[in-house]
């Protein structure tokens, strides 16, 4: 089977998580579509705020052969930004070709909070009529590991 992992990172978190639940996908070939900001903390921030003023400019390539056509499972991963998944979740949710249908797993990192974004995320992919087969929430103030997302993994390879 196919799986599309796609995921938002500005720290790396959301990425370390993605990378891990990946790890144990025994059951699939994984293709990657990564939103990574980079360069320094100040370069970062002006690319957030071009993205949350849904300027996509700088993924427009990536975005416009956003296609779920050719997998079995699309894994959609997000930090946590004001209670809310970050802009680019909205804008791949709603570029994806094909989405229709498509079994979906959401997840989301955060420090404190989490529980709200992540439903927002289930609820926007199952407006696209997507089905949300599985999604979790990885929350830790400070380092986040990968035992729980390897958990996870387990759990969605059987699925
Ligand atoms: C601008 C901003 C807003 C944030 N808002 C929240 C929040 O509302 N709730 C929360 O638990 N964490 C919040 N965080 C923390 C991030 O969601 C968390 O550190 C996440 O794991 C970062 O993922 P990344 O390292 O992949 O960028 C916020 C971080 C930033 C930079």
Redo the contacts with the bound molecule.
């Keep these: 089977m196919k799986a599309l992992i796609t995921?938002?990172?500005?720290?790396?978190?959301?990425?370390?998580?993605a990378e891990a639940i990946a790890s144990v996908l025994k059951n699939y070939d994984i293709s990657y579509f990564p939103m990574e900001?980079k360069g320094k903390f100040i370069e970062k921030i002006k690319q957030?705020d071009k993205f949350e003023n849904n300027d996509f400019s700088a993924i427009e390539t990536g975005l416009d052969t956003l296609d779920a056509a050719i997998y079995d499972l699309i894994i959609i991963?997000?930090?946590?930004?004001?209670?809310?998944p970050p802009k680019t979740f909205d804008e791949i949710v709603k570029r994806m070709k094909n989405f229709n249908g498509k079994r979906v797993v959401v997840f989301?990192?955060?420090?404190?909070?989490?529980k709200k974004?992540l439903d927002y995320m289930k609820t926007k992919v199952e407006e696209e009529s997507a089905q949300v087969i599985d999604q979790a929430r990885?929350?830790?103030l400070l380092w986040?590991g990968v035992k729980n997302a390897i958990k996870f993994g387990e759990q969605i390879n059987e699925k």
Excluded: E, V
């Design positions: 995921y938002f990172t500005m720290g790396g978190r959301t990425k370390k998580t900001l957030l991963g997000m930090p946590t930004y004001g209670d809310k989301n990192t955060a420090r404190f909070t989490g974004s990885f929350r830790k986040i």
